[in-house]
């Protein structure tokens, strides 16, 4: 499969308040073949992270914020560029942390300093090649033995903000899925030839279910990125 080298080069890198500007993601799936249907959310996650040579740690693919795109396709692009993965993007961020870079770590003035835009990514489609398939790896975190679980995760997360980052996302995770499950219990329940019927009647009269409005982003680089709000 042939596709496009990453960017390289800080030419077109953001930078507000002499921070440099960062987008990135967690990449997640849910299982679908869990035994217990009654299990959280969270018990059901699977988590994409990604592991660079001679490191044990992991990461989240994350990645300068350029000044001809926007923040959502900057995210999508860094999960493309270093995961090789491509999905739906949350249009709302987890949450925005300011941190050093890797070679700035122990400085005490403000240069290497970034703010970094996390986002959540529902990931539809695993390409088998990438652009920075040789600098990192993909990994799976799940509840699955003898993977790691998504608390696991934390201590190899490389970065604390990651670490907060995740526990964002976690939560937010688990709190969809209350609310999701809310809404079942409050669906009021018609009888199956009442829904066949009322679906024909529709479909008669040209009419389909309206699906959640979904905003579809095209990149140069064939890169589909996908918000969900």
């Given at each position: 499969m042939s596709f496009?080298?990453?960017?390289?080069?800080?030419?077109r890198?953001?930078?507000?308040?002499?921070?440099?500007?960062?987008?990135?993601?967690?990449?997640y799936?849910?299982?679908k073949?869990?035994e217990d249907?009654?299990?959280s959310?969270?018990?059901?996650?699977?988590?994409?992270m990604?592991?660079?040579?001679?490191?044990?740690?992991?990461?989240?693919?994350?990645?300068g914020w350029?000044n001809d795109?926007?923040v959502h396709?900057a995210a999508?692009?860094e999960?493309?560029?270093?995961a090789?993965?491509?999905?739906?993007?949350?249009?709302?961020p987890?949450g925005?942390?300011?941190?050093?870079?890797k070679?700035?770590?122990n400085?005490?003035?403000?240069?290497?300093?970034c703010?970094?835009?996390?986002f959540?990514?529902?990931?539809t489609e695993?390409?088998?090649?990438?652009?920075?398939q040789?600098?990192?790896k993909?990994?799976?975190?799940?509840n699955?033995?003898?993977k790691?679980s998504?608390?696991?995760?934390y201590?190899?997360?490389?970065?604390?903000w990651?670490?907060?980052?995740?526990q964002?996302f976690?939560?937010?995770?688990?709190?969809?899925?209350?609310?999701?499950?809310?809404?079942?219990?409050?669906l009021?329940m018609?009888?199956?030839?009442?829904?066949?019927?009322?679906?024909?009647?529709l479909?008669?009269?040209g009419c389909?279910e309206?699906?959640?409005?979904v905003?579809?982003?095209?990149?140069?680089?064939?890169?589909k990125c996908?918000?969900?709000?």
């Amino acid at each position: 499969m042939s596709f496009l080298p990453a960017r390289k080069g800080r030419h077109r890198q953001r930078y507000q308040d002499h921070l440099r500007l960062v987008a990135g993601c967690i990449p997640y799936r849910l299982q679908k073949d869990v035994e217990d249907s009654n299990s959280s959310v969270t018990s059901r996650i699977n988590v994409l992270m990604i592991s660079t040579p001679n490191r044990d740690d992991l990461v989240f693919p994350k990645g300068g914020w350029e000044n001809d795109e926007t923040v959502h396709e900057a995210a999508c692009r860094e999960a493309l560029e270093e995961a090789g993965v491509k999905g739906i993007l949350d249009e709302d961020p987890l949450g925005v942390w300011e941190f050093r870079s890797k070679s700035r770590q122990n400085c005490c003035n403000r240069e290497g300093g970034c703010r970094g835009y996390m986002f959540a990514l529902e990931v539809t489609e695993e390409l088998d090649s990438w652009a920075e398939q040789t600098s990192y790896k993909r990994q799976w975190v799940s509840n699955k033995k003898p993977k790691l679980s998504p608390e696991e995760a934390y201590k190899f997360c490389r970065y604390d903000w990651m670490r907060d980052a995740l526990q964002v996302f976690l939560r937010a995770i688990e709190e969809r899925g209350s609310r999701r499950a809310e809404k079942l219990v409050e669906l009021p329940m018609f009888p199956a030839a009442d829904s066949m019927a009322e679906h024909q009647m529709l479909t008669s009269a040209g009419c389909s279910e309206k699906l959640p409005t979904v905003q579809h982003l095209e990149e140069s680089f064939t890169n589909k990125c996908i918000v969900q709000g």
